[in-house]
């Protein structure tokens, strides 16, 4: 997960979502950001509720978001397979 808040943004964070299907932006705005900031700059597993938001010919969406939900405790407990290399 990558977060941004551009000094040009007035307190809107960006963050870009990745998985094996590919990426997608999601925008916070400052009051939902204030509002769950621990879950915003904590969490290294985030669920998100919002709503999807196009451009006018469809190409480009975003999520702006509403929940945001730290889902991290669900990463215990996962050990990645050991890799030999020899």
């Not at 669920?47 to 975003?62: F, L, P, Q, S, W």
């Amino acid at each position: 997960m990558n977060r941004q808040r551009p000094k040009t943004s007035t307190g809107v964070t960006f963050l870009t979502l990745e998985d094996e299907t590919g990426s997608i932006n999601i925008i916070v705005w400052k009051k939902t950001a204030m509002a769950q900031m621990d879950a915003l700059v904590k969490s290294r597993l985030l669920m998100v509720y919002g709503e999807i938001d196009k451009d006018d010919e469809g190409r480009t969406a975003h999520v702006i978001a509403h929940r945001l939900i730290d889902l991290t405790s669900h990463l215990e407990g996962l050990e990645p397979p050991s890799r030999d290399f020899h």
